[in-house]
């Protein structure tokens, strides 16, 4: 069935509950290629951080690759290219000679940076809106945070949750070691340039500024993943059917068939590629992606649509709803200053710890 | 009867939702799920209004008693984590800007995390929870709401975890998979306590979402008040068995200068009967009613007439009793008599009944079980033939060394008293093995610790110092009945053996103390 018959399926109340995607990726160097995950701190202090390597519920190793956040931060940015760049609208805050996209602030709509600019209180309208039962003048102004989830946490608390999730890890990872040594230049202090370091602070001083021999051992030397690597991504259709329009049914059906194009094209576009240093994915050719729809019953059915498909469909749809306008805002200072004032501190010195959600 | 199974199917096998004090939850609340109900029917409207979408139908569900859930398992992350979430605060960031310094973006806060990983099911789909409500055989009108709302759920936990729902009616209830495990509601204060909605839930609710979004209302901050309309329930899952409450005695000389001894082969039965009338007197003393005792203390069942009323009371091994009469349940005092296990040159060795156990094999009377504590204590143990006190009642610690032996969680068991087989067996060792796990089953283990419980069976005893099992005094309704020593060891769950509390006691006449197992090992 085409994309296009699929879409009022979609839907529908009682369609599909989301759309499931797991792609098989491979590093670039081969199968079993080393990779390097991120690292992360560790929960308390003294105990050691780095690779997030765990076992399932099975007993089998796993090590996340990218998280649920980060893979949202890889997908949003694609919509300041072309050709997607025209679905939405290019919201840019200018302060200096610094530029920053909607697209890279940390909490989107919501965040600090937009709302120290002339756009605050079209923001604050439309989150108001959001918590009154309508989304479209959000989607007019930030459209991607329908599709990431957004909360206005410093001011009207509204709170859509994300539509796209997606999140690449390693099974059955064996973790390596890596030592290495670091040698200047020339013997700065054998040879007399400089003196010998009289305590611990001069020396770390110089190995700091590569004045001396400084050898490194057992640092994280990467990972090597027998069991293949995986990237589950999910669409929640059901989250597209919670967004209203207000109470016009033909606004509110344009509205989600917007913000379904857009989902779609983020969802289909393979954000696998060159993650970080030494972690470069691509599509694993002896495996093929597997695409399905999951119906509330738990049943899953193989869909078939392509990226090109959905990237038709969501132009088509961007241009039924309308994009909002794009727009060059400066970085307001005043605002800032207010945003600072000390009635805010007060004010977050007395509020309690927010809860997670 | 009829089952409502709400069920929620987690997108990725990973679940991040956290109880008071940071600790993983699992199986996420019964009150969470409501929670991701209401939410899901304020955005069925543009009002937000979940009242005015289905008032009656989350009415209806908060008024419910608390769900069985049918859960996937779990286990914790052994790898926790530190992440660092860019902090929605202008303060730092802002100011930095209004300086000029643009390279700072914003600030972070730390925030740790450490999930379950679920166990998927045997299709490699999503891991799934199933709310079971009991209601009842009427016709049931909410189905197509909670339904409907069920399909908006989009993630249950943090909001990361994905999920979507829905909801069914199942004539029986249905039986969990490989894989999972059906978790109770049980009244017990040391079981996992998980939050469960009560009448006045939904508008508590709706309060404090309304105070949560006018916390920042005219530039003051207004504290938002937590929850409170939701009560705590205990939950257990069924492969593990309760913990059976209990009041331990010891019994001594009527001068109270030493224990009293009884022997535990002939008299067993003996101390069983006087505790029981011993039990009896004092609830008559305490004014419980007559059928009360009649069936909690004494285990009678109730005759009634043909129209249904109740008519006397009357043993339940009595003739006179039909199938189709009431009989009573697990919902009674059990007396049970404790041989002593007494360390003997080599090693353990059973001898005399010098404490005794009061419990319960049911759910119904614990709170009996706890009078009997302070209702026995001191009084006299009345001779049967001659009606002189042939000994005190001295109520001793829950902690105490040869209690614990009986109590204590353990893996592998041996009777002190033989198990009187459920049935003839025709001397056939199969089929008394089968009765032996027919009798765990009766005895309210479930079924996969019946059938998988490593079991031995024979007349002689597997401790020194105990009797054949032929030569135990049994009442005489018994007596035609095969009767052995039994050794037990549960199965493994996972790589560990399975350690279960005791009171242990299976097969006729477990109400009186025989079929009592003793650990072999006990755990601290």
């Known amino acids: ?357 | 009867m009829s089952y409502l199974c709400l069920t929620v199917r987690l997108h990725q096998p990973l679940f991040h939702g956290q109880r008071d004090g940071g600790e993983p939850e699992w199986p996420p609340s019964p009150l969470r799920l409501y929670q991701s109900l209401v939410a899901a029917a304020a955005a069925q409207t543009p009002d937000g209004d979940p009242m005015a979408v289905a008032g009656d139908a989350l009415q209806w569900l908060e008024r419910q008693p608390a769900p069985a859930i049918i859960a996937a398992k779990s286990r914790l992350s052994v790898t926790p984590y530190r992440m660092y979430v860019p902090n929605n605060t202008a303060d730092l960031a802002a100011s930095s800007w209004s300086r000029g310094a643009t390279d700072t973006i914003t600030a972070r806060v730390e925030k740790d995390i450490r999930p379950l990983h679920l166990i998927r099911p045997a299709d490699l789909t999503e891991p799934v929870l199933h709310y079971l409500y009991d209601i009842g055989e009427a016709p049931f009108p909410y189905l197509e709401i909670l339904g409907r709302l069920a399909r908006s759920i989009t993630h249950l936990g943090w909001g990361i975890d994905q999920a979507f729902g829905n909801a069914t009616l199942h004539a029986t209830m249905p039986a969990s998979q490989a894989g999972e495990e059906l978790w109770l509601p049980v009244i017990d204060p040391t079981a996992t306590q998980l939050r469960v909605p009560i009448k006045g839930s939904l508008l508590a609710l709706s309060a404090k979402h309304g105070a949560f979004l006018n916390r920042l209302k005219q530039d003051l901050f207004h504290p938002v008040p937590p929850l409170t309309a939701f009560q705590l329930k205990g939950y257990r899952p069924d492969s593990l068995r309760q913990a059976q409450p209990f009041a331990a005695f010891q019994i001594l000389t009527i001068d109270g200068s030493r224990m009293r001894l009884f022997d535990t082969t002939q008299k067993s039965l003996v101390v069983a009967g006087m505790l029981r009338h011993l039990a009896g007197q004092a609830a008559q003393e305490s004014r419980w009613s007559d059928a009360k005792i009649s069936s909690v203390i004494f285990g009678h069942a109730t005759l009634r007439n043909s129209n249904g009323n109740q008519e006397r009371h009357v043993h339940q091994h009595n003739p006179q009793r039909q199938e189709s009469q009431d009989i009573v349940g697990p919902d009674r005092l059990a007396y049970l008599p404790l041989p002593s296990i007494e360390f003997r040159g080599q090693g353990l060795s059973v001898g005399s009944v010098r404490r005794v156990l009061i419990t319960t094999f049911g759910q119904g009377c614990f709170e009996e079980v706890a009078w009997t504590r302070r209702a026995l204590n001191g009084r006299d143990l009345i001779s049967e033939h001659n009606g002189h006190a042939t000994g005190m009642m001295a109520s001793i610690p829950n902690s105490e060394k040869m209690v614990q032996r009986y109590t204590n969680a353990a893996n592998t068991w041996a009777t002190v008293t033989p198990v009187i087989l459920p049935g003839r067996d025709d001397r056939n060792p199969r089929k008394a093995e089968k009765l032996i796990r027919k009798a765990l089953l009766q005895a309210g283990f479930t079924e996969f610790l019946a059938q998988n419980a490593e079991l031995e069976l024979r007349n002689v005893s597997f401790w020194p110092g105990s009797d054949l099992a032929s030569h135990f005094r049994v009442p005489k309704h018994l007596e035609a009945y095969p009767r052995y020593h039994v050794r037990l060891k549960w199965p493994a769950l996972g790589q560990e053996p399975l350690k279960l509390p005791g009171v242990l006691c299976i097969g006729g006449g477990r109400h009186y103390g025989l079929g009592l197992f003793a650990a072999e090992r006990v755990s601290e």
Request: aromatic share 6%; hydrophobic share 35%.
């Open chain 1, 1 to 357: 069935m085409s994309l296009s018959k699929k879409i009022d399926e979609f839907l529908s109340l009682n369609g599909p509950a989301a759309l499931v995607i797991r792609e098989h990726l491979t590093p670039v160097e081969g199968e079993d290629g080393v990779l390097f995950p991120p690292t992360y701190a560790a929960q308390k202090s003294g105990e050691p951080g780095g690779y997030n390597i765990d076992t399932d519920a099975q007993g089998q190793s796993i090590c996340l690759i990218d998280s649920v956040g980060a893979q949202a931060n890889r997908i949003e940015p694609m919509f300041e290219e072309e050709p997607y760049s025209s679905l939405v609208p290019q919201i840019v805050v200018k302060a200096g000679e610094k530029e920053v996209s909607i697209f890279e602030a940390g909490h989107r709509a919501g965040d600090a940076l937009v709302r120290c600019s002339e756009l605050q209180q079209t923001l604050q309208d439309a989150f108001k809106s959001v918590l009154k039962g309508d989304a479209e003048p959000l989607a007019k102004i930030a459209p991607t945070s329908l599709v990431f989830g957004v909360w206005d946490s410093r001011d009207t608390q509204a709170k859509l949750p994300r539509i796209i999730g997606s999140t690449i890890r390693a099974y059955d990872v064996s973790r390596l070691k890596r030592s290495a040594q670091f040698n200047p230049a020339t013997e700065y202090v054998n040879e007399g340039l400089l003196p010998e370091p009289a305590d611990k602070t001069a020396k770390d001083a110089f190995a700091e500024r590569g004045f001396i021999h400084v050898p490194a051992t057992g640092s994280h030397g990467g990972i090597i993943a027998h069991g293949g690597i995986r990237r589950d991504a999910t669409l929640a259709l059901t989250a597209i059917r919670r967004l209203f329009a207000g109470k016009d049914d033909a606004k509110t059906l344009k509205l989600r068939r917007y913000i379904l194009g857009l989902s779609l094209v983020a969802f289909t576009k393979n954000p696998a590629g060159d993650l970080r240093q030494g972690c470069n994915l691509v599509l694993d050719p002896s495996k093929p992606r597997e695409f399905v729809e999951v119906l509330p019953t738990g049943e899953r059915k193989p869909v078939t649509f392509t990226h090109e498909d959905a990237l038709a469909f969501a132009q088509q749809a961007a241009h039924d709803f309308g994009v909002g306008e794009s727009r060059v805002v400066p970085f307001d200072k005043q605002r800032a200053l207010k945003d600072v004032s000390p009635k805010d501190k007060e004010e977050k010195k007395s509020k309690p710890k927010a809860a997670k959600s």
